[in-house]
């Protein structure tokens, strides 16, 4: 079946007054708590941004205060994406949550080399921090936590597009949304660095009221040509210039992978003739539509050999390979190396 270009998200921000269901958090006086539990190799910027709008916004505004603690997994010294090595307060083993220390959010960082595995004593965590109400998110891909923990079915989150792939095999209940953040009642989500700020000030405003948020987009956004106050979409592959009708073809071939369409029920969906879309493929990508879509399949493939545990011919099957010695020979043809040496 072909899945349309047109996709239904949830929506991007809640301004409703129930975030937190604690009566004590309804007073703008109160501080509110934040919890980051930082994954082995998180992103420090998208880190440290998120937590620059938090020393903010204490700065500028003393009665709006947020208190925050960093937590490794199971040691307090948890290595950043840069290679420095960070010194958190404590670990989700040695401090679990309970009524009297709970936090108001509870924000899991990821990054670009953070393991996907599921992380049993994690997933205990983020469940229990889910039946004391607390708001949980994620920077970059720290929302697969979530999803793995069975805490986005049926939402929509935002994750770096390169855990896209990962996110529909594994978890094809939760939804990649392909805004760069998404807030909703109780989750929270951004896919990378730039983005974990915006988010950032979107909570706040959503918890403190536009007013507080002003002075702290002034400070943090005085070197950005223009404001970006709603989340925009990620970037896709094709460049901006590309005609619409090459957008909708592009759009269509990532939204079917498993079953890649033939020439012809792309042609009939993009309303064009054949010869119509080779000479779009060839004038802005310099391939064949059949070049392009193989190796959109095999980057694809790639993706969920590095990041998941599915069996070679469960992922050559999720990527449009109906045959295993095809998909081994394509992709020793692309990357050099077959793809049972490349999981290794």
């Known amino acids: 079946m072909i899945k349309s270009t047109q996709r239904d998200f949830s929506k991007a921000i809640s301004t409703s007054n129930n975030l937190f269901l604690r009566t004590n958090t ?5 501080p509110t708590n934040i919890s980051f539990i930082l994954l082995e190799h998180f992103s420090m910027a998208a880190f440290t941004n998120a937590v620059d709008t938090l020393v903010t916004a204490n700065l500028v505004h003393s009665n709006h205060k947020f208190d925050y603690v960093t937590l490794g997994l199971a040691s307090t010294i948890v290595k950043s994406d840069i290679g420095i090595n960070i010194s958190s307060d404590d670990t989700i083993t040695s401090k679990p949550i309970t009524q009297d220390n709970a936090p108001h959010i509870l924000i899991i960082c990821g990054g670009f080399r953070c393991s996907l595995e599921h992380n049993p004593i994690l997933s205990s965590y983020l469940k229990r921090a ?9 920077l970059w891909n720290g929302a697969i936590a979530l999803a793995q923990a069975g805490l986005l079915n049926n939402q929509t989150c935002a ?18 949304s392909n805004q760069t953040f998404v807030i909703s009642e109780k989750r929270v989500s951004c896919a990378g660095p ?24 002034d400070i943090l956004s005085c070197d950005q040509l223009e404001e970006s106050k709603e989340p925009t979409k990620l970037k896709a592959s094709e460049k901006p210039t590309y005609p619409t009708t090459l957008s909708t073809i592009l759009e269509l071939m990532r939204n079917n992978i498993e079953e890649p369409l033939s020439l012809e029920e792309l042609s009939l969906c993009a309303k064009l003739s054949r010869r119509q879309i080779e000479r779009l493929f060839q004038t802005y990508l310099g391939v064949t539509p059949s070049r392009y879509y193989l190796e959109l399949r095999i980057t694809n493939a790639r993706r969920l050999l590095l990041q998941s545990n599915k069996s070679i011919t469960n992922i050559a ?5 109906i045959s295993m010695s095809h998909f081994s020979n394509c992709y020793k043809a692309y990357f050099g190396i077959s793809p049972k040496a490349a999981r290794k």
């Open 159 to 176: 994750l770096h597009p390169d855990n896209h792939a990962f996110l529909k095999e594994n978890m094809p209940l939760v939804t990649a």
């Open 130 to 138: 889910n039946q004391f109400g607390l708001i949980l998110g994620g």
């Open 26 to 30: 309804q007073q703008q006086d109160k």
């Open 317 to 321: 099957l999720a990527c449009g390979f």
């Open 194 to 217: 730039h983005s974990a700020l915006e988010m950032m000030l979107k909570l706040i405003e959503t918890l403190k009221g536009k007013d507080v948020v002003l002075t702290i987009r």
